[in-house]
Each structure stands twice: as structure tokens, then as C-alpha cells.
């Protein structure tokens, strides 16, 4: 069974800038789910992606955006990168169709913005 | 709108001695709701869920409706039970759009 992989593990970027994140979900799953999270707190969920659509969203704004592909891997970019973007971004995955299955994590990418 | 609460940043608790991580949450609908556990240099996994209603390495949780409430509880700490804790909610069947809680650092000392 392969795990949840993202990549890159750390990044940094300037303000301004935009920045693409990937994740390769756990073998036998198809939906993918990304969360932020900052220094000291819980993840904080941005989207869900099944069936390479967006079908969740959380409070952030249009310039996080998403793609999921016919693998069911997944990219998370993000435009105009301002300070508070740094944080570790989290991607998960699970299984859609049994109710909510377990989350399975990756390790994150840290980006840093400057 | 979903919140969780867990009051506490840090336990530090002997080994051998009861432990209770403390979580609240507030949502008008029916919450399904987990802990989830994260090792030192390990990724962040499932402990438990309410529904499951089961003991994983000794921790339990009761849904508390009355209280608004997911305590996590375990008679007697292990040193290998050290680790970040996170309480999360997510609506039934709501796809593991999932809010978590700010997380509480468990210390079991020896």
C-alpha cells in the first residue's frame, strides 16, 4: 500500500508569487483534500477534489485554487502569495462512497513566503 | 458554522496516571466526530471516531450532545502516548470536510 506522497517538502517563495504544491494520493483512493496549517494551530480545511471536481471549500479566498487528475493526484496553487500563506500545507486522502473514511495524511510542504 | 475548541495547549501528565484531553465543539446539525494523533516525525493519523465506539491503545472518546463534548480518555498514560492531539468534527456524511481543533501537546513523563 502506497501512502500519501507531496511534494516539494519545503518551499520558498516571495510576496507576489505564485505557487504550485502536488500530492500523490494513497493507492486505492479518490478523493483528495487539502489543509493549511499555521504555526501552533489545527489544520484548517481549503477544498475537496472527486472526480476531478471541487466539491468542498472552505473559507479561502479564489486565489487558492485546485486540480485533481484522472490518477486521482492533486495539485494546490496558490496566486499572489501574501506573508500569512506561510504555514505546512496538508494533503489527504480517502475513499468517497463510505461514508467519512478515514483521512490518510501526508507529510506536508512548508512554504515559507518572504 | 463548525468550531472545535480544546482548551488545553499543553499536558503534562506521570506516567501511570489518568489522562483526559478536553475538546467542545459547537454545530446545529449531527456531528461525526474524531481524534486524530500526530508522533514525533510522523504524519498525522486517525486515533479514533465517535461512531466506531471503540478503545485504540487504551484512549476512548463519548460523544457528549448534552455537553457539546469529545473527551479523549485513558486510564493509565504511556511514555509512547506523548504527542500532538487534535480533535476534529465533520457533518454526517459530509465527505471528511473536516474542522479541527487548535490541537493539545500530551507529555508523559516517567
Known amino acids: 500500500e502506497t501512502g500519501v506522497t507531496q511534494s516539494p517538502t519545503h518551499l520558498i517563495k516571495t510576496r507576489g508569487q505564485q505557487v504550485t504544491l502536488r500530492c500523490s494520493s494513497q493507492s486505492g483512493h479518490n478523493t483528495v483534500s487539502w489543509y493549511q496549517q499555521a504555526l501552533g494551530q489545527g489544520p484548517q480545511f481549503i477544498f475537496q477534489?472527486?472526480?476531478?471536481?471541487?466539491?468542498g471549500r472552505g473559507n479561502f479566498p479564489p486565489r487558492f485554487s485546485g486540480l485533481q487528475f484522472p490518477n486521482y493526484s492533486s495539485e494546490l496553487n496558490v496566486n499572489a502569495l501574501e506573508l500569512d500563506d506561510s504555514a505546512l500545507y496538508l494533503c489527504a486522502s480517502s475513499l468517497a462512497g463510505q461514508g467519512n473514511s478515514p483521512l490518510h495524511f501526508g507529510n506536508g510542504t512548508r512554504l515559507t513566503v518572504t | 458554522a463548525q468550531r472545535v475548541t480544546q482548551p488545553e495547549k499543553l499536558l503534562s501528565v506521570f506516567k501511570g496516571a489518568p489522562v483526559e484531553l478536553k475538546c467542545n465543539y459547537s454545530?446545529?446539525?449531527?456531528?461525526?466526530l474524531f481524534w486524530y494523533v500526530q508522533y514525533s516525525r510522523q504524519r498525522l493519523q486517525l486515533l479514533l471516531r465517535h461512531i466506531s465506539r471503540e478503545s485504540i491503545k487504551g484512549f476512548t472518546a463519548d460523544l457528549n450532545k448534552g455537553e457539546t463534548s469529545f473527551h479523549l480518555k485513558k486510564p493509565f498514560a504511556q511514555e509512547e502516548d506523548s504527542a500532538m492531539y487534535y480533535c476534529a468534527l465533520s457533518a454526517m456524511r459530509a465527505g471528511n470536510m473536516l474542522t479541527f481543533g487548535g490541537g493539545t501537546r500530551l507529555m508523559v513523563k516517567p
Open positions: 477534489y472527486y472526480r476531478e471536481e471541487e466539491n
Open positions: 454545530y446545529s446539525g449531527s456531528p461525526e
